[in-house]
Every structure is written in structure tokens, then in C-alpha cells.
């Protein structure tokens, strides 16, 4: 290669490093940036990344935190934007002044703060059996459904849900890396598609014809369950998981209940595939 061409690729490589480090500072620090807005007092402000074309959230852990502020009946607002909580994770909370992340521990904190038990009528064998079946949701069968959707039909995700192609190639790489990390990566699609229908299987068999995951009433943990098992019912685009979530009837029947119930105004809370902006 000649030296006036070393000497162009050069530049123009360290043009777009230089480019793309400015992007990316820029970036962290709108994502790090709080809200400086004034809130009521009492008043629960969830940040979310927005809202989905056929749910109310882009993810299911903001379904199933906000399904929880409903089931308890905590006032709150919703800010929809980018600014992400100090550990980098979506949905997160402001409460009086005090910012929390991961929604587990945003659920323990306004339980302790507000004297809210929405377990109080089960016994702790239910309460155990309920929290077994909400951590194989969140910590096995979400990573299935993550890897469906940002790994094996990453494209079509991005265009349903309006992501640009280059934050999905990011999305893409970071679940590969984190399902690996966490071993349900290193398997097949065919494996990880095994993997998650008999964790459908064994939450439908366990279901039964009950209309809640205990019974006749909900529990904390249907807010889990509604948030994993509602997206994926409502926002899978026709993937491999849609089928096999809708081959279970009574966990379609589960996340209409849920939406009936605790989601009156759930066409208010979502885009409509993109044709309308939500309201709420």
C-alpha cells in the first residue's frame, strides 16, 4: 500500500475512534444524567425506556414492576427516557428523594416503607413455591427469551419494536456475552428452546385452572410472572417463543386475567405497533 494511502486510512481510522469515543461519553452521560424535576411526596417516579408496540413496557421487568404499584395500590408517574439508574438497569425508581434499581429490591423497599404485604393470605409453603416459580422465570426461562429475541431473530425484534440496527448489534453482542457468562449461551437455539418449554410446561401444569399462581387471589409474584410471561405472549413478533407460549392456553387465559384486572386503560399504555403514541 502506498504511503498516501497508509497515511488517508490512518486518519480516517482515528477520525471514527476519536468520533466514537466522543459518542459514547456523550451517551453515558445522558444515560447517568438524573431527573432534577420536583415530585410529589409519596409519589413512586418509574423510569422506563418506553413503552412497547403491544405492551406496556419494552421490557418485562417494567411490567411487572408497574403491575406491582397497581396491585398495591402506590401512587407513582412514569418518566420515559434514557437516563438509567447508577447500576445501569431498567426500570428504576425515585421515592422521596431516594433512587433504587433492580426491581426486586424497588418492590422490597416501598413493601418496607409503605407496610405492604400482598402475601399476607398465603402460607409460607405457598410463598416458597411462588418464589421458586418466579426465580426460574427471571434467572432461567427470561435468558431463553432474551436469546430469542436479540440473538436468533435480532432484526425482526429491532424493526417490530422501532430499535435502530446499530443498538440492536449492541444488544445482540451483550446478550450473547451475559447468556454465556451465565451457561444457557453455550447451548443451541434447539437446546435453549427445550430448555424454556419445559419451564412452560411446568409453570402451565402448575397453574392449572387456578386464575392466579396461588389461587383465587393474586400474589406478589404474578407480578413476575405477568411481566416475563405477557411480553413474551404479546411481544415475541411471531418468533419460536410466541407459539410456544400460546400452545399453553391456560397461560394466555393467565395474562388476559391480569391484564383485565390490574390494566383497564392497557390501550392507553401502548403504541399499537408504533401507528400511535401512548398516552399514559
Same mark, same amino acid.
Given at each position: ?42 409519589t ?15 421490557t ?52 418496607d ?26 434467572e432461567n ?7 430469542? $429475541?436479540? &440473538?436468533? /431473530?435480532?432484526?425482526? !425484534? ?6 435502530? #440496527?446499530?443498538?440492536? *448489534?449492541?444488544?445482540? $453482542?451483550? &446478550?450473547? /456475552?451475559?447468556?454465556? !457468562? ?6 443451541? #437455539?434447539?437446546?435453549? *428452546? ?23 387471589k ?60 401512548a398516552?399514559?
Amino acid at each position: 500500500m502506498e504511503s498516501d494511502d497508509v497515511l488517508f486510512w490512518s486518519k480516517a481510522t482515528g477520525t471514527f475512534l476519536v468520533s466514537s469515543a466522543l459518542l459514547y461519553i456523550a451517551w453515558k452521560k445522558m444515560k447517568s444524567k438524573a431527573s432534577n424535576k420536583e415530585h410529589p411526596p409519596d409519589t413512586v417516579i418509574v423510569h422506563h425506556l418506553g413503552r412497547g408496540p403491544y405492551a406496556p413496557s419494552l421490557t418485562p421487568y417494567g411490567i411487572k414492576l408497574e403491575t406491582y404499584l397497581r396491585m398495591a395500590k402506590i401512587p407513582y408517574k412514569n418518566e420515559h427516557g434514557s437516563a438509567s439508574s447508577k447500576k445501569g438497569k431498567y426500570p428504576w425508581i425515585e421515592y422521596n428523594g431516594e433512587c433504587l434499581s433492580d426491581t426486586e429490591f424497588c418492590i422490597e423497599f416501598l413493601n418496607d416503607k409503605r407496610g405492604i404485604d400482598l402475601d399476607r393470605d398465603f402460607t409460607v409453603m405457598e410463598r416458597g413455591t411462588a418464589r421458586a416459580f418466579q426465580k426460574m422465570l427471571e434467572e432461567n426461562t427470561y435468558w431463553a427469551f432474551a436469546l430469542d $429475541r436479540w &440473538v436468533y /431473530n435480532v432484526w425482526e !425484534a429491532c424493526k417490530a419494536m422501532k430499535v435502530p #440496527s446499530l443498538a440492536g *448489534y449492541y444488544v445482540r $453482542r451483550q &446478550v450473547r /456475552n451475559n447468556t454465556y !457468562a451465565h451457561g444457557i449461551g453455550r447451548h443451541s #437455539s434447539d437446546e435453549v *428452546y427445550h430448555i424454556m418449554e419445559l419451564d412452560l410446561k411446568a409453570l402451565s401444569d402448575f397453574l392449572g385452572n387456578k386464575k392466579f399462581l396461588l389461587g383465587d387471589k393474586p400474589c406478589q409474584a404474578d407480578c413476575s410472572v405477568f411481566g416475563i410471561i405477557g411480553n413474551a405472549y404479546w411481544q415475541s413478533f411471531g418468533s419460536p417463543v410466541e407459539s410456544a407460549v400460546k400452545k399453553c392456553r391456560n397461560l394466555c387465559d393467565y395474562c388476559e386475567r391480569m391484564k383485565q384486572t390490574f390494566w383497564p386503560d392497557w390501550d392507553e399504555c401502548i403504541t399499537h405497533g408504533h401507528t400511535k403514541e401512548a398516552t399514559k
